[in-house]
């Protein structure tokens, strides 16, 4: 098991923006940069949904297309260990908790595919 936590969520006005963060714990034996990352979200009585994804190496990126062009996912593979997801132009429709999730392997935006969770952090947009 690999531990994964999620930490930024908050309450943020439409319009407005937060970064969510995600570390990854990694070992000499397991490389953070072997860990494609995604986040997904569960809105109140919607299945989970994705939202992003990076490769281990940072150099490719998917999107959900209700995130694409406001959404941003990067990661730092040397410093922390941490990958980021910035929202910019945040909607009522994006309250949820969002999800990160690691797995050794290229990039999916397939849930079941992601073997390693963290617990969520609620972002509520408001009007």
């Known amino acids: 098991q690999v531990p994964v936590a999620e930490s930024g969520g908050g309450v943020v006005q439409a319009g407005g923006s937060l970064r969510l963060s995600c570390a990854v714990s990694s070992s000499p034996t397991r490389a953070f940069t072997i860990y494609a990352v995604a986040w997904f979200r569960q809105a109140p009585g919607k299945d989970r949904e994705f939202v992003a994804v990076?490769?281990?190496?940072?150099?490719?990126?998917?999107y959900a297309d209700s995130v694409r062009d406001r959404f941003t996912i990067s990661r730092e593979n040397v410093r922390d260990s941490t990958v980021y997801l910035q929202m910019n132009n945040l909607k009522l429709e994006d309250t949820a908790v969002y999800y990160c999730?690691?797995?050794?392997?290229?990039?999916?935006?397939?849930?079941?595919?992601?073997?390693?969770w963290g617990q969520g952090t609620q972002v509520t947009v408001s009007s």
């Open positions: 990076i490769s281990g190496d940072g150099g490719l990126t998917t």
């Open positions: 999730a690691g797995r050794d392997g290229p990039t999916t935006t397939q849930d079941w595919q992601f073997p390693f």
